[in-house]
């Protein structure tokens, strides 16, 4: 751990590039304010180094070897250790356009600074030991999230609802291994000190704390990846239109020409804090041949859709009967989740939601149209339920959004269990023990306190520069 720790002063743009009210350049380290003094003059004159912590000043970038001013900033200090990193932080926002914030960037390397790498100021956070490994990966999940609840869950990380849970279930772990220990010293008493009914009792109860939060992992993938549907029907029924339609914007093409779509066409909607991913697809034929290679191909695109999806918005031309097609596709919907939608309402229905469900089985049918918009909030709603597959949405606590987590949660699941094995088994105390620590290295992972340098580097590596 270490040589990721380095003493020297890291810059970075932290803003995106690209042109923006501002943009900020970071800078942190202990030679903040030394290399910030080189290349920023503030209007009151004063030196850097007597400005108190939290404070803001005007002043110009200015490159120092021509005393050429580059532009008019304002400069924030942050003195160690009240700062990100814990360092001496140093921001100055500049003008947001990509030139004043790359020299800027430029005058700071060249006045001592390094170029800081990905995820490297939060990385200095963990190391210093202002927040946990849990933590700083929560700061990544806030930069991605992509609904207002999956932002909740990564922030309710951040202010460490996961880490607290993962210290008291090592808290747990680390008292039952310390009567253990104190068994080993004297054999004669081992595990009197407990008896075996209340290990038993106590470790189950672990593993089902384990077994909750893994749970909320599952749950919460949802919202945080997001769901794909597939919308798919026979041409013309208008799965176009109903993508539209639930976009609230013009984004396929719609005619009365059966066979408008033809490529696979992606939009994002929210529901239910969920993100979805909407596809609409070329219509389903029933033969292939006699279609151009393009609409063949997009015929392939379908299916794969099709295949790919978590869910399926399936679309029927509610004005017409079932015809053979529709009854192909509703045969391949059989086994999948998703929902039915019979269009064009307003029309006037040839088409009943008894006859469906006789080929359906289950799974919600709704009546709708995309042209009045009739019963889309209906669609919408049995959307997110199906979507959420009977798990009830996640109010408070630790939600486990990341692989690792879980799969180092599942670790010392399996940890627990084998104990508990050990135990049944009348296995010696030391074999419990040793179960019990490696359940404790492995929660120790989530936090950080036993990751690898490697493993350090994989996850901040995944951060945007100047985070
Ligand atoms: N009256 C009425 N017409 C609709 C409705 N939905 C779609 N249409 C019409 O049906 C026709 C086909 O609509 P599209 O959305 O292009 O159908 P599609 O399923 O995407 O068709 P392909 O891309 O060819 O597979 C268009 O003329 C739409 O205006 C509806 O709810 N009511
Ligand atoms: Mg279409």
């Known amino acids: 751990m270490s040589s990721l720790l380095r003493e020297d002063t890291i810059v970075a743009i932290s803003t995106p590039l690209g ?11 202990p030679n903040a304010l030394v290399i910030a003094e080189k290349i920023f003059v503030p209007t009151s004159c004063k030196s850097l180094q007597d400005f108190h912590s939290h404070t803001i000043h005007h002043g110009f970038v200015v490159d120092p070897l021509s005393g050429e001013k580059v532009d008019e900033a304002l400069l924030s200090l942050m003195r160690s250790p009240r700062s990100y990193t814990t360092e001496d932080v140093v921001e100055i926002s500049c003008h947001g356009g ?11 390397l060249q006045a001592g600074a390094r170029l800081a790498e990905p995820g490297e100021f939060t990385l ?79 470790l189950e109860a672990l593993g089902a704390r384990i077994e909750d939060l893994l749970r909320t992992a599952q749950d919460g993938r949802i919202y945080y990846e997001g769901v794909r ?71 392939r695109r379908s299916r794969r859709s099709l295949e790919g999806a978590e869910l399926l918005l ?11 097609e529709d009854e192909a596709i509703l045969e391949e919907a059989r086994c999948r989740r998703g929902v039915v939608v019979i269009n064009k309402e307003d029309l006037g229905l ?65 940890a627990i269990r084998l104990a508990r094995e050990s135990l049944k088994a009348g296995m010696s105390a030391e074999f419990l023990a040793l179960d019990l620590k490696v359940a404790l290295e492995t929660l120790g992972e989530i936090l950080g306190e036993t990751a690898s340098e490697d493993v350090l580097k994989e996850i901040f590596s995944r951060f945007c520069i100047g985070k």
Request: charged share 25%; proline share 4%; net charge negative.
């Open 19 to 29: 042109e923006g009210g501002i943009g900020i350049v970071r800078l942190s380290g």
């Open 98 to 108: 990509v030139v004043p914030l790359r020299q800027t960037l430029v005058l700071a």
């Open 124 to 202: 200095r956070a963990f190391l210093r030991g202002r927040i946990d490994l849990a933590q700083a990966e929560a700061v990544a999940e806030i930069i991605r999230a992509r609904t207002e609840r999956s932002l909740k869950f990564a922030f309710r990380n951040l202010e460490g609802a996961l880490s607290r849970e993962v210290r008291a279930l090592k808290g747990e772990v680390c008292s039952l291994l310390s009567v253990l220990e104190a068994g080993v010293d004297f054999p004669e008493e081992e595990l009197e000190v407990l008896t075996e009914a209340r290990w038993e009792e106590r």
């Open 229 to 299: 549907v597939a919308i798919v029907g026979r041409p013309n029924v208008g799965k176009s239109s109903l993508l539209n339609a639930l976009l609230g914007e013009d984004r396929a093409i719609v005619s009365p020409y059966p066979g408008t779509t033809r490529d696979t066409i992606e939009g994002y909607i929210s529901l239910g804090g969920i993100p979805f991913c909407l596809v609409d697809t070329a219509g389903m034929r029933r033969k292939a041949e006699g279609l151009d290679p393009v609409e063949a191909e997009g015929l």
């Open 314 to 324: 399936l679309i029927l031309d509610g004005s017409q009967a079932l015809t053979v």
């Open 350 to 414: 040839a088409l009943q939601p008894e006859q469906v469900r006789e080929r359906l089985g289950r799974g919600p049918i709704l009546i709708a149209s995309a042209k009045t918009g009739y019963g889309l909030d209906k669609v919408r709603d049995a959307m997110v339920e199906q979507a959420l597959n009977g798990r009830v949405p996640l109010e408070e606590g630790a939600v486990v959004a990341n692989l690792r987590h879980q799969e180092a949660l599942a670790r010392a699941l399996g």
